[in-house]
């Protein structure tokens, strides 16, 4: 349990019950430690090499013993970009302006894929480190963030790939794609918000590793991967936007590409994303005393 011990030696301690006046020893008191949503984060911080150290292990776990290893993470955007651009592009048209649908796409899936990929990983990390989780203390919080953190080397590979799609496309450059990096940092807080609850539900509700790939495949139809915001009537885009991917690839894609963003679908977005994250925590700071009992 994470509390903060503090010893007080005060005028205010018990005396012995034979009346002698003579103060008992010291009484040892437990207090929740002043911390925001119950969250220490400056013992996560001393943490921090654990941390490393787990998210590249289940890096190596990941690519263990696979024929390809690393190249995963190339095949599958990939390969899901020439799909959806067969699809989309060849027979439903859809209307992206003057951004090839294939970068359109390939921007959407790779924002995606970090977040589908991070939330399956972390949802997994306690029921996959038993062990770990029963006989060793450290900040329960670390195991879903280094499962997140370890995806960050795909979604850098899937960066690349992106960079490559968009030269051979001629995409032009902007001064907004210095922004890119601010839209890549709310990707990583999302997943590691949903990735977190749902790690800490997994633990006492098992079948939560059955309803999450649905879940999940639901949030991808409700969110601008494959298809542009514009298709979407004014009046629902704001709702969408509660969605908190909207705005972020909404975002991504205005940086990328030089198109106006979208601020107000920007800002619901932030504003969901960190209800959210607050939410999260909160779940999982009530949940996380029961772990090693539950698991």
């Not at 699809?87 to 970068?103: G, H």
């Not at 963030?145 to 030269?167: P, S």
């Not at 909207?246 to 504003?271: D, M, N, P, Q, Y």
Request: proline fraction near 5%; charge should be positive; hydrophobic fraction near 55%.
């Amino acid at each position: 349990m994470n509390r903060s011990i503090s010893t007080e030696n005060s005028d205010l301690a018990r005396r012995e019950l034979n009346g002698t006046g003579v103060a008992e020893r010291p009484i040892t008191v437990m207090r929740p430690p002043g911390t925001r949503l119950g969250i220490d984060w400056s013992e996560i911080w001393r943490y921090r090499e654990l941390l490393y150290f787990l998210a590249v292990r289940d890096i190596k776990v990941r690519y263990k013993q696979t024929a390809i290893g690393v190249a995963w993470a190339v095949l599958q955007p990939v390969v899901s970009t020439v799909i959806l651009s067969v699809l989309f592009s060849a027979f439903a048209r859809f209307d992206t302006r003057a951004v090839p649908y294939p970068v359109f796409a390939l921007a959407g899936l790779l924002i995606w894929l970090f977040c589908h990929s991070s939330i399956t990983m972390s949802s997994n990390s306690f029921i996959g480190n038993t062990n770990l989780v029963t006989k060793v203390y450290f900040p329960r919080l670390i195991m879903p963030a280094a499962a997140t953190l370890a995806c960050v080397l795909d979604l850098l590979i899937g960066a690349v790939i992106l960079a490559g799609v968009m030269l051979y496309y001629g995409t032009d450059l902007t001064w907004q794609l210095a922004a890119a990096p601010v839209f890549f940092l709310l990707a990583f807080i999302l997943a590691a918000a949903v990735g977190t609850l749902f790690s800490a539900l997994n633990v006492r509700y098992r079948d939560v590793q059955f309803a999450l790939p649905f879940i999940l495949q639901i949030w991808m139809l409700a969110s601008p991967v494959f298809y542009p915001t514009t298709l979407l009537p004014e009046k629902w885009r704001a709702i969408f936007a509660l969605n908190p991917l909207t705005g972020i690839l909404e975002g991504f894609r205005s940086s990328l590409f030089g198109t106006v963003f979208e601020w107000k679908l920007i800002a619901i977005s932030c504003v969901s994303l960190l209800f959210l994250t607050a939410v999260s925590l909160l779940i999982f700071r009530k949940m996380e005393d029961d772990f090693a009992d539950m698991i």
